[in-house]
């Protein structure tokens, strides 16, 4: 946990928390075959996720693939028992250590890539923008860029290019390539250059959504069915380009666990996990109790 005055309340509230034995009712009821822990992250150190697993182990919980999970929902089946899918998004360059570290734990991930960044380099576009902060450029803060229009949002990104220079963020693309076959990594979309696809024209959300799915294919050697929506926003619009171009499920960030009868393969939910706080503060997180 990195100490600062916010992880220090936080990790307080989440110990408060889990003595009113919240988190490990939800624990229970997983192991009830009453839910399925649905998580995720983006740029999580092995260590830290080493340290989720291991609790969520212990508590007797196990994972399940994506594949897996479509599986049970394509074919309608009973929910399983103690069953847990962790996504990341993005594909920070960091997940190369995590996907050698499910390698070797045999441990199920899927991480949705965002293909432009791995393809060419630099930053993610709000790291532009985070950058220019630090340097004491005039500019807003990155939830005022996700409100613009997406053309407008892409022209203020591109000035901040010509001043700011990131290295590379991203994987590259012979990693993604080199755990194509993997019996544990799988990958999903995540857009090209992860726009707020609301924010978009029609002709752009569909071509940022299939440009990514054919570089997967390309990379990957076969189609790739996931997707998992920028920032969590999406409408209904989407949901049926996603249907149109046959993605299976669609991962949303709606804190809430998975319930195979009720849960909307469009519209599955996640509970994000974070870099740098405490694990109480995860513990709480992962159950879905945190913003209850
Ligand atoms: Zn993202």
């Known amino acids: 946990m990195k100490i600062n005055l916010r992880n220090i309340a936080a990790y307080l509230v989440a110990k408060i928390k889990i003595i009113s034995g919240k988190p490990n009712k939800i624990i229970e009821q997983c192991k009830n075959g009453d839910l399925i822990l649905s998580i995720y992250t983006h740029n999580m150190s092995k260590h830290q996720l080493n340290q989720i697993i291991r609790w969520m182990k212990k508590k007797g919980i196990s994972f399940i693939s994506i594949e897996e999970l ?10 399983p028992k103690g069953k847990s899918i962790i996504t990341m998004d993005d594909g920070w360059n960091n997940n190369i250590d995590i996907m050698s570290f499910c390698e070797k734990l045999r441990f199920p991930i899927c991480i949705f890539l965002t293909t432009d960044p791995i393809e060419n380099g630099g930053g ?3 790291s532009y923008v985070k950058k220019a902060k630090e340097m004491g450029l005039k500019v807003r803060n990155v939830d005022w860029y996700k409100k613009l229009e997406n053309s407008e949002r892409e022209k203020a990104i591109v000035e901040l290019r010509k001043l700011i220079e990131i290295k590379r963020e991203g ?3 012979y990693m993604i390539k080199s755990h194509s076959h993997s019996d544990w990594v799988s990958f999903g979309s995540h857009t090209k250059h992860h726009p707020i696809l ?4 029609e002709n752009k959300m569909e071509y940022e959504i299939l440009e990514a799915h054919h570089k997967l294919k390309q990379w990957i050697g076969k189609t790739v069915p996931y997707f998992a929506y920028p920032n969590g926003s999406y409408g209904i619009r989407e949901i049926e380009i996603l249907k149109k171009h046959k993605f299976k499920l669609a991962f949303t960030t709606k804190p809430y666990p998975i319930k195979l009868k009720e849960t909307d393969p469009f519209q599955i939910p996640r509970c994000e996990i974070l870099e740098h706080v405490s694990l109480a503060e995860n513990i709480c997180r992962i159950t879905g109790t945190w913003i209850k």
Not at 70 to 79: P, V
Not at 198 to 201: A, Q
């Open 70 to 79: 479509n599986a049970m929902m394509d074919q309608n089946q009973e929910m």
């Open 124 to 126: 993610y576009w709000w």
């Open 171 to 173: 994987l590259k693309p």
């Open 198 to 201: 609301p924010k978009c024209d």
